[in-house]
Every structure is written in C-alpha cells, then in structure tokens.
C-alpha cells in the first residue's frame, strides 16, 4: 500500500479524488492502492522547558540551551489545565498504523519550508526508517498532481530545506524561551512579557515608527506659488525655495513682475525641458506583494488575504500561495498565452486580455534563476465560477497584475519648466503617452497625485506669459505614516531600509524580517499579545507594547538587521551551508541576550511592572 500524508484532510481528500480513492476510514481514505492521510497543521512542536527539567521560571536556569530538543504532541487548554491534545494523538497513532503497513511514503504536505518541518517531525516523532518519495507542487489542478506524482522526488533531496526549518524551529525556540523568561523575571514576574526572534525586531519598527510620530514637532514653511496662461490654459508654478518666515516669502510675492491686466513682462521661460520616460511593468506577486496590495485597496488584514489565497489554492484557481517569489521559469512562460486567453470574458481585464494576445508578451519577470521553491502567483486557468466577493477580490488582483507584469511599458513624458518672474519658480507635470500595462487598471498614476498639473500646455524656451495669479501658501513638515499592514509587510522585506524599487527589494528578501509565509502571522501574534492594536487601517503599539519596547530597544533581540541576518543564513542552509556553525552563532547570541535583558535593573523592572499592570 502507497501511503499519502498531506497537511490536512481538506487536501488529501482533493488528492484521494484525483485518484478515485473513495473508501473513507477513521482518519484517512483508502482505494486504488492508496491510503491518503493528513496532518492538521503542526502536530507536533519542540518540547517545553520542564521537559528538560527546567521547573518554574529561575534565573539559575538561564539561558537554557538542552544538548538535543525533544519533540511534544502538540497540547491544548482544557478545564484541567494544558493537556495533550487526544485528537492529534489518535491521528498520529494512525497514521503510525500505516507507515507500518507502507510499501511506500509519499509526503504530500505543503512544499515549502514549514511542509517538510511537519512531516519530518512526524516522521521522527514516529522513529519511522521507511524511505520517501517527495511530491512537489506548485498548482492543486488534477493535471499539476498528477504530473507531480509522475515525477516524485527523492525525499532526500530535501535534506537542506528540513535543516533550515529545523534550525528556525530550534532558533526560535531558544531565542523565544529564554528572552521571555529573562524579561519577566527582570520586571519582577508580575506578568509574562513574551519576546521573540522575529516578533521582538517588528514591534520596536512598530512603535519606533509611533514614537517619532507622536514627537514629531511640525516646521512652517511658506512658498509663494503663481498661475500662468496659454492660450486660455493655466497651469501653476511653485518657487524655487521653501521660506522659514512669512516675510522672506513676501519678498519674493512682491517681486513677481505682474499679475494679468499688469504691463511688465509676466512669467519668462528659461528652460523647457521634456523627457520619455519608460516605466517597467510591475514584477508578478507573491504573497507578500499581494498582500500590500489586498490592504491598500481592500483594508484586507494580512491574515485574511492568506486565508483567502489558501482557499483559492486549494479551490484549483491559482498556484502556490506561500512563494516568496515573483518570477517565473521559461516552461511556465509558455503556458501564459494560453492563461490570458481563458480572461478574455472577464468583465474587468477582457479587452486587455484579448490585446496582449496581438503582441508579444514583456518577459521582465521571466529568469528561472529567481525562482526559488516555487514560482510567482497566477491564476490556474480553471474558470472560477461563484466566489465571495472577498473571494473574487483576490483573484482578481492575481489576474490583473498577470495581464499588467506581461503588458507593454508605460511610456510617459516629464516635463519641467523654468520660470523668471522677479524670482525663479519651477513647473512640473506629467504626460501619459502610451498607457501599456497601466490601462489593466487605469488607475491615477501615484507620482501624479504629487504634482501641481495634470497636464501642461505646450510652450517653448524664450516665451513671456501671463501671471494671472499668485499667491504665498503657508505648509508645514509631517511625520512619517505610522504603518499600516502594507507598509509593515513592504519594511519587513528590507529589516526596515526604505527601498522603493521593486527588483532591489526584492534582491534583499532573504535578510528580510521572516518570510513570506510568516509575517502575516508575527503581526497576529503581537495582537494577540495585546503588544499592537489596529487603529482604523494603521498598526499602534499599546501601552504594554511601549513598555516592552522601553526596555528592549537598544537590545540585540530589537534589531531589525542583525535578525535579518538570520533569514539570510538560513537560506543558506538550504542551500547546504554549515548548520552545526548557525546552531552555535544562535546558542551565542542566546546567551548574550539572555545576559543583557537579566541586566535590564530595577528601576527598568518596575516601569515596565507598572506599565503593564495597568
């Protein structure tokens, strides 16, 4: 009997019908010389603290560093107290039952880092010895299993990818236990303070960012802005420089050379300057990209729009969501025709989808180098029918930004004008040209919502034009926006560096702060520990989470690079590097910041008493 385990049984029982395996037991599906069983996600965690004999929270056990972790059945909260979870028990205990009878493995858990981490912890757990086969995945169409099953790999190909998830596990676990500990026994045990390796560095980006905010001190600064005429076209014009004082401005209102109806020369143009620019279609999503843009237009939390791409995925509609990737290969490129042909009757991008089928396709986000475990998001191709309309939302956005990322460049003009009149002002607008990938959407350009005009007359160098107006504009600095779900997630890609270009950020992925997969859930659990809260669409910190970060801020477990590092180093796990050299580096860094928060002292640890109590 070939046996199946995927992640859960809403997958296994898709994979079960692809082979018409119908016969349902207690716990899997049996036919066709299959059995198909499944996880519930994580199963099994590394084991607690006082299973290594660590009882009670003592600065004697600090830092804690066992020689080799344990794996624990995975425990829930009952009236009793924290028990063994019995259904995960009972699950383990069959699929145990058909390893045993098993001429044959099959992991079919979700391809990536966190799949191969549950059931190699399945497999250990169950001392089992019987070799693999690994499915590898990018789509759940019938076609993708059964080409996926065509061509199983040997499970030890992924030695690597266990390592790394193996090493987060372990990290995290040392990082998380004994920083936690150290923290609460610091601010006297009044309550428990929960740190974490990735969850520490975002929060203090979180309430960094509030901080500088709320004690942000706005400077007024005045600039004079006049109102020129082209043949019956106006169009404005700010001054060169920004005045501290009113008076300074004044001066040079006064010395503009006439409003219309005056005789003096009005606005001479120095220089008429006008540039093509080429604008890139966007790269294709991944999870990350989609979700900033799931919260920018829908206010879709993080969370949700995983959810959402989860069901989508395991509906057939589109192809692995937790990628952290937003190019594709060569072999997947020439199935994209045939993807835009089946949008041509979608009642938002048909008339685009029916005319990129005319030219030939842009291949910016083709280089199968780029493609890590699994390619950008896009849509299956299968006609997704009825959906919610949170449902349908999403989709859409993986469709439309198919259409944009192979579309043709939008080709603006970028016109600057001089002006002399008493003092020099500059005009700025912007021409769209030839709209290409723009007009998927046609949504309003973003640089342009900055500028003074929508359009600019045509004019030429050595013109005099008419002042019909000016005017002395008083404005003042603002503060950074504090973060909202999609700024976070677009931070959390370069530890926090503000990188606007797209191929840039994402050359920084793998020393960004978690992964695709993870941040979604970092954000959650600082909710969840009442250390931020969501304020309309924005992410505050709330008074525990200040005091948290008062006292971790200038700590190692804050700082947003130096984790960073640590996603880097274990990409490179993956890819065969040292995990005997990251475990000691990690033990190290344990001890330091275990160290450093036990010193926190007293008057740290009452602040942070009293800020939490209350």
Not at 146 to 155: A, I, S, V
Request: hydrophobic share 35%.
């Amino acid at each position: 009997m070939k046996i199946v385990i995927a992640e859960k049984p809403s997958v296994a029982r898709e994979l079960a019908k692809v082979f018409g395996a119908t016969s349902k037991k207690d716990g899997y599906i049996e036919g066709k010389g299959y059995s198909f069983t499944w996880a519930f996600g994580h199963l099994l965690q590394l084991a607690p603290p006082q299973d290594y004999g660590y009882y009670g929270w003592r600065v004697q056990h600090l830092p804690m560093l066992p020689q080799k972790f344990k794996l624990a059945i995975r425990k829930i909260k009952t009236k009793d107290g924290v028990v063994e979870d019995p259904g995960v028990r009972k699950q383990l205990n069959t699929i145990k039952m058909l390893f045993d009878e098993a001429t044959e493995i099959i992991v079919a858990t979700d391809a990536g880092r966190e799949g191969e981490l549950i059931f190699r912890y399945i497999y250990y757990f169950l001392k089992c010895k019987k070799p693999f086969k690994r499915l590898w995945i990018s789509s759940q169409t019938d076609e993708a299993i059964k080409e996926g099953f065509r061509n199983l790999k040997p499970g030890t190909d992924y030695d690597t990818l266990f390592n790394s998830a193996h090493c987060r596990s372990e990290s995290d676990w040392l990082v998380g236990m004994n920083a936690t500990q150290a923290l609460s026994i610091s601010a006297g045990n009044r309550s428990v303070l929960s740190l974490g390796r990735v969850q520490t560095p975002t929060l203090a980006m979180i309430c960094s960012r509030f901080l500088e905010s709320k004690n942000f001190v706005p400077q007024i600064f005045y600039h004079v802005s006049i109102q020129l005429s082209k043949d019956g076209a106006l169009f404005k014009a700010i001054s060169f420089e920004n005045f501290k004082t009113r008076e300074l401005a004044q001066v040079v209102f006064d010395s503009v050379k006439n409003v219309s109806g005056g005789h003096a020369a009005g606005g001479f143009l120095k220089n008429v300057e006008s540039k093509p620019r080429k604008e890139p279609p966007p790269l294709l999503h991944d999870l990350s990209s989609l979700q900033q843009e799931a919260n920018k237009k829908k206010g879709y939390t993080a969370d949700q729009t995983l959810t959402i791409l989860q069901s989508l995925y395991e509906g057939k509609l589109v192809s692995y969501p937790r990628t952290g990737s937003r190019y594709i290969g060569d072999d997947v490129f020439a199935g994209v025709p045939q993807l835009i042909d089946k949008l041509t009757a979608h009642a938002d991008f048909g008339k685009q989808a029916s005319f990129l089928l005319t030219i030939p396709l842009n291949k910016r986000s083709v280089n199968a180098k780029k493609v890590t475990d699994h390619h950008a998001i896009l849509p299956t191709g299968i006609a997704p029918g009825n959906l919610s309309e949170d449902r349908q939302a999403v989709y859409d956005m993986v469709a439309g930004r198919m259409l944009e990322s192979f579309h043709k460049e939008c080709i603006k003009e970028i016109t600057k004008i001089t002006i002399e009149s008493g003092s020099d002002f500059i005009a700025n607008g912007t021409v769209i040209q030839s709209a290409g990938w723009r007009s998927v959407y046609n949504e309003p350009d973003e640089e342009k919502k900055e500028e003074e005009n929508n359009t600019l007359p045509k004019v030429k160098t050595g013109e005099y034009l008419p002042v019909e107006n000016k005017v002395i504009l008083e404005k003042q600095t603002k503060p950074k926006p504090l973060y909202n779900e999609a700024s976070l997630l677009k931070a959390l890609e370069t530890s926090g560096k503000e990188i606007d270009d797209e191929e840039l950020r994402y050359a920084m992925k793998d020393s960004g702060l978690g992964t695709p997969a993870t941040r979604a859930s970092i954000i959650e659990t600082l909710i969840k520990r009442e250390y931020i809260t969501r304020e309309k669409k924005n992410l505050v910190p709330t008074g525990r989470g200040l005091a948290v970060y008062e006292v971790v801020k200038d700590k190692k477990i804050a700082q947003a690079e130096l984790t960073g590092t640590w996603e880097k180093r274990l990409e490179e796990i993956r890819s065969g590097a040292s995990v005997t050299e990251f475990k000691e580096e990690i033990k190290e860094y344990t001890r330091s910041i275990t160290q450093e928060l036990l010193q926190a002292g007293p008057g740290l640890a009452k602040s942070i008493s009293q800020a939490v109590v209350q």
